[in-house]
């Protein structure tokens, strides 16, 4: 039985506290006894008989978070020096740069990797168009593109709220696969808009990740380019997703000896994420896939792809053995509905369908929620592999060894291995590039 989550990080505390045993376990006892958790705890100074200490307290809400502060400044020989929205501050400025590992010093250096040096490079190129791939960034350059309109699970926030989101995907692409990833905000929700812009744009890039844009739309515009561009282009919150979620269940088959493909699995809302995972897990075997999506056209699509329609979301999760919700509806889930055995995964952000300690205390076998499944343990190995192959597409070959090479890395017990294990990648973009080379996805 495992629980895979982890709660919101709300603040740092910083605290001015008497050194003597038991004042730092005052502190730790009201934490937990208001249901809250703490992260790192640093000493930032020590005094002649107090230390400061910077605490990092998880909690659920901010309520509770005000709690416990309170609770906090009542004690004796604990003093409150500032609260830090740790958060807040990390955005500042934004999370990501262009730099660059060239250093210029003199005229001539600026000669070289400027004008008037800078032509020649563009002649040879503009004579042989293959050289860009060893003479500019753009095979390195992945556009992140949104129009804003699925923003984790906070719906149509629009293009300029949800770049937090891009820098963070843009982050982990340099961080986990050494690529440039550039947000791209679209302000249009027409399709046609938002292909011709990515057309007209695409030059510029490698690959093309397409983030938090809703379905339908998303299936529409991610067909068209894939049909028009010869670089890879995925729907990350379609395919990145579908491919940790497969990488989940092969483990679960792993762990309770089942065979996966003979299982029933249900998957709540069937926009991008929900569609993905349909395609991923029929592409790899398994047919007993039944659905609930309050949209009716997102129900016929799943139908017609070879689903089957469930009439409500209490239904569906009674009857399957395998629960995966990707909905954008925090507690959809009760916790009467779960069945002994089950397995959930719970993937709308920031907040689940069912918390995974609520699933197992209501008789789940294991549950996640989308913070552990989540599709950044994909998307970095995936575009890193297809442009190492130059590949033209993303198809479900290299997806399918993206997931089984994830699944691979989990430690024993858990479902998926830890987003920030940079063999995980490695070894995702060297099996993603072999299965590209196989099934001739090259160029
Ligand atoms: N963990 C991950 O890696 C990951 C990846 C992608 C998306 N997600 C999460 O999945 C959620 C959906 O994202 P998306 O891109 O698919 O959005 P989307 O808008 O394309 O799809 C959401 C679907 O859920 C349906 N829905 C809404 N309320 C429902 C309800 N009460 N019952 C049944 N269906 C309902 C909608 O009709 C829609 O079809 C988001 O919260 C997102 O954070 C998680
Ligand atoms: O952004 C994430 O954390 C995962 C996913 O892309 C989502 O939209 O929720
Ligand atoms: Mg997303």
Redesign the pocket.
Known sequence: MRIEYSDKIICTVRIKIFDKPGFLGKVATIVGDYGGMFGEIKTVHIGKDYKIRDLDIYTDDEKKFAEIVSAIDALDGIEILEIKDVVMEVHEGGKIEVSTPIEIETMDDLSIVYTPGVASVCRKIFEDRSLADRYTTIKKNVAIVTNGT?I??LGDIGPVAGMPVMEGKSLLLRILAGLNGIPILIDSKDPKVIVDTIKNISPTFGAIKLE?I??PE?FEIEKELDEILDIPVMHD?QH??AV?VLAALINIGKYTFKNIRKSSVGI???????SGIQKLLMAYGIDKIYG????EE?VKRFVQRGGFETES?ESLVKSVDIIIA????PG?IKKEWVKNGQIILA???PDPEIKPEDAIAAGALFAAD?KS???ALAFPGIFKGALAANAYTINDAMKIAASETIAKFAMEGDLVPNILNKQVHESVALAVENAAYKSKAVK
Not at 268 to 274: C, E, K, Q, R, S
């Open positions: 699925a984790l699970g938090d809703k379905a998303c919150d990145g997703t940790v709540l809302g069937l926009g991008a994420a929900g609930f999506d309050i949209n997102m979301v990707t909905t954008g509806c959809l993937l709308t952000n989308g499944v989540n599709n």
